[in-house]
């Protein structure tokens, strides 16, 4: 899939930002189009069906939240990505959890856009024809045969910590919040402490400098997330 075929719908009701938006991902090749308000931007993804989705969560006829979990509904599956100016960790968790795919926040840089554009198609790509074999830099994850490699040699993991690794490769290059992994992990009851105790573990088998992680990085206060595939 190439830019120019991938339709971009911007759903912002400040000019400036629409405007900004518009001008940086057209020169990218991106076909962009944009609605002011919730109301335009459901009848816009229903005649246009776009690819991506930039969502801004302060518009002024429905909050971002509620028009995101109307999208979730119908089974809109196409990639959200929020731009907000509000950095409360709260409500940056309460979107992923409802179903966008990543955040950026206001202001923020045209090639940080960019790359999360990118990794959100390629997300998108990947859950739709996942690979057996998962590759990013000298980590190598074979969810087949349930082997983890860093370059040649093999990576002894604990169950829970190759479960944990397991779904974070599922939605490489996406951040996870704490209750989702949580969820997906130890069926939600289990506290955020012990998530954090092996992603420590982890870390500490796969990571060549531990506190300075290249693998899974974490999304401070919202959960972690694990390098896109090469």
Same mark, same amino acid.
């Given at each position: 899939m190439t830019n120019a075929s991938v339709k971009i719908l911007i759903v912002d009701d400040e000019p400036p930002i629409r405007k900004l938006l518009r001008v940086g991902l057209s020169t990218q090749g991106y076909a962009i189009s944009e609605a002011p308000a919730a109301k335009p931007a459901m009848l816009m993804v229903r005649?246009?069906?776009?690819?991506?989705?930039?969502?801004? =969560?302060?518009?002024?006829?429905?909050?971002? %939240?509620?028009?995101? $979990?109307?999208?979730? !509904?119908?089974?809109?599956? /196409?990639? /959200?990505?929020?731009?907000?100016?509000?950095?409360?960790? $709260?409500?940056?968790?309460? $979107? =992923?959890?409802?179903?966008?795919?990543?955040?950026?926040?206001?202001?923020?840089?045209?090639?940080?856009?960019?790359?999360?554009?990118?990794?959100?198609? !390629?997300?998108?790509?990947?859950?739709?024809?996942?690979?057996? /074999?998962?590759?990013?830099?000298?980590?190598?994850?074979?969810?087949?045969?349930?082997?983890?490699?860093?370059?040649?040699?093999?990576?002894?993991?604990?169950?829970?910590?190759?479960?944990?690794? !397991?779904?974070? /490769?599922? %939605? $490489?290059?996406k951040v996870l919040t704490h209750r989702f992994l949580l969820e997906h992990i130890w069926g939600g009851s289990a506290d955020v402490q012990y998530l954090r105790v092996y992603v420590r573990q982890l870390r500490q088998k796969i990571e060549k400098t531990p506190d300075e992680p290249q693998y899974i990085t974490t999304e401070t206060g919202v959960g972690y997330r694990l390098r896109e595939p090469d």
């Open positions: 005649a246009e069906k776009p690819d991506l989705i930039l969502l801004d =969560l302060g518009l002024p006829d429905m909050g971002g %939240h509620d028009l995101l $979990a109307a999208w979730r !509904r119908e089974g809109l599956h /196409v990639p /959200v990505i929020i731009l907000s100016s509000r950095t409360d960790e $709260a409500g940056i968790v309460k $979107a =992923l959890e409802l179903g966008a795919d990543d955040y950026v926040t206001k202001p923020f840089g045209m090639n940080e856009l960019a790359a999360r554009i990118r990794n959100a198609l !390629r997300h998108r790509l990947q859950q739709q024809g996942e690979k057996p /074999v998962f590759q990013t830099g000298e980590l190598s994850v074979d969810l087949v045969k349930r082997i983890v490699r860093l370059g040649s040699q093999e990576v002894k993991l604990s169950p829970k910590e190759y479960d944990i690794l !397991r779904v974070l /490769v599922q %939605h $490489a290059g």
